[in-house]
């Protein structure tokens, strides 16, 4: 056995001993024998301050879950065995209070006692089953920006089916059975092993290195990227063609600019700790809680933080493009939330959104009524109105009468092709005619939604499912020069993510910044739950 299965192998020790001295306490003349009835009235009773917890002791007939013999024996077993390992997977294990649960197990006698054990074993096992299932936090209440429809499961349903299973397979089948999930979880165990170890040592002190370059700072460089696992042992003091290919595989892997140059951007990735990025790995193994749904055989995810968007299917991406995301501003950002995708507009129109009009187009139009003449201005009914018969100086953002319209051209915002999923924040993906913005690291300018860098090549993909000619179908419907919409006979569900640690297609895990901050408000609110950061001797 070796030092680094040793930790668990006394836990089970441990757990063992536990179960077999509680069962013999269940089964001792003051305690299984006890009298049945008075069993069930104290379940009653303390079942009462929660409705599901009563409603499934009722259906059952009061009859125990934990606290008896042959099955319950293994439920028990399994619930410490799972709460034992909550650190695992970065939940709060203060929160299951397993110290105090086993202190009640071993000082149970009384048939009040045992009643009142059960239904605190109930309670705890629903508390740690929705955690690990669903997520400790609510993600609207963390950040308002990730509208998150959590799939939560019936409550009263964990103890029903709990009943009916296998207890260990019950267990193992709780947490997300994702590849995503899987890596993460081993990444974090990784990470905590590093932080065991002392870390990635010391921080290159200077702003910016490049080939040919030599010193202090260099060694301090390659003995980080060592200990990292972007380069091999060496005692070369010199930024030579090793280092400079090892820096490129560390930007591949950060979302950086791959020129093979430290400037201030890949020398702050470089420098974090190795806290920060294991804090990374427990968000997003709490993001994927929250996403613990059948996200369908074909499906789109945008990774705003990666700014990019993808088509997978049947778990493999089959089509990946650069995005363009929401810009930093509070009021620009893109929001996180699923939708389905139903159609997509060739040669579209662009109405304006009513915060732009009112915010940026109508003090430019008070100034001057000839502003921003590529858009169309109507009314209430669709006509467009004569702009010199109009003096916006007599409006406000609050009783501006008039919409916004950019009729279809390659100068249109929207570029020659949107791809709607409709929903109430009006975010769509579409084309851009800005194209010299996907060139860039950091890639956040628009007003929230997708503009992706190969719209063309995102339809064609999408429409290989229904015509046997995608491109020349999409090419013909945009020579027209109208607005067209084509449904899409299958729709495609849409998943706009956000994950600083995600894994890539071998399963290694990848970084990126967090763009927006809203990682740090999930870590803080993490922290704030119980949720601690650990170290793990190898």
Not at 295 to 315: M, P, Q
Request: charged share 25%.
């Amino acid at each position: 056995m070796t030092a680094r299965t040793m930790p668990h192998f006394r836990i089970l020790l441990t757990l063992a001993s536990l179960v077999t001295t509680v069962f013999m306490l269940f089964s001792a003349p003051g305690a299984a024998q006890a009298d049945t009835t008075a069993f069930k009235q104290a379940v009653a009773s303390a079942a009462a301050r929660d409705s599901d917890i009563s409603a499934f002791y009722q259906a059952n007939g009061f009859e125990s879950l934990w606290t008896g013999k042959g099955r319950d024996r293994k439920r028990r077993a399994a619930l410490l065995d799972a709460l034992a390992r909550a650190g695992d997977h970065g939940l709060p294990s203060g929160r299951y209070d397993l110290a105090g649960l086993e202190a009640r197990m071993r000082s149970a006698r009384t048939s009040a006692e045992l009643g009142a054990l059960e239904v605190e074993m109930s309670r705890t096992f629903l508390q740690y089953a929705r955690d690990i299932q669903t997520g400790v936090l609510v993600p609207g209440r963390v950040d308002k920006a990730i509208v998150r429809q959590v799939p939560y499961r019936d409550r009263g349903s964990y103890l029903t089916n709990l009943a009916k299973s296998s207890a260990s397979g019950f267990f193992r089948a709780l947490p997300p059975d994702t590849p995503e999930y899987t890596a993460l979880m081993k990444e974090k165990l990784r990470l905590e092993r590093v932080l065991a170890g002392g870390g990635w040592g010391a921080t290159v002190r200077s702003k910016t290195l490049k080939p040919g370059a030599s010193g202090q700072s260099v060694v301090a460089l390659r003995n980080r990227l060592v200990q990292m696992g972007y380069m091999k042992r060496s005692s070369g003091q010199v930024y030579d063609e090793a280092m400079q290919a090892a820096i490129v595989y560390f930007q591949r892997a950060h979302g950086l600019a791959e020129d093979g140059v430290v400037g201030p951007g890949t020398m702050k990735e470089i420098n974090r700790s190795v806290e920060q990025r294991l804090q990374s790995v427990m968000v997003a193994m709490e993001r994927e809680r929250w996403l613990n749904m059948d996200r369908g055989k074909r499906h789109i995810e945008v990774n705003l933080t990666d700014f990019s968007a993808k088509i997978f299917d049947n778990g493999k991406v089959t089509f990946s493009t650069r995005s363009v995301i929401g810009a930093r501003d509070s009021d620009r950002q893109s929001p996180e939330f699923s939708d389905v995708m139903e159609f997509m507009v060739i040669n579209p129109s662009w109405y304006v959104p009513r915060s732009i009009v009112t915010k940026e187009y109508l003090p430019e139009l008070q100034a001057n009524p000839n502003a921003v003449n590529h858009i169309e201005i109507t009314d209430r009914s669709g006509r467009r109105i004569d702009r010199s018969a109009v003096d916006f100086t007599q409006f406000t953002p609050a009783n501006f009468p008039f919409a916004m319209r950019q009729p279809p051209s390659r100068g249109n915002a929207l570029g020659l092709v949107k791809f709607m999923f409709p929903n109430k924040h009006n975010i769509y993906l579409h084309d851009t005619p800005a194209k010299n913005l996907f060139g860039r690291e950091v890639r956040a300018y628009s007003h929230g939604c997708i503009r992706l860098a190969d719209p063309f090549d995102f339809a064609y993909a999408l429409l290989a499912r229904q015509t046997s000619d995608p491109k020349g179908f999409f090419q013909a419907q945009l020579a027209t020069g109208k607005e067209t919409t084509v449904p899409l006979k299958k729709p495609v569900p849409v998943h706009i993510i956000y994950r600083t640690a995600f894994a890539d297609e071998k399963g290694k895990v990848r970084f990126r910044r967090d763009i927006y901050g809203r990682d740090g408000r999930i870590w803080k609110a993490l922290a704030g739950a119980g949720v601690a950061m650990r170290a793990v001797q190898g």
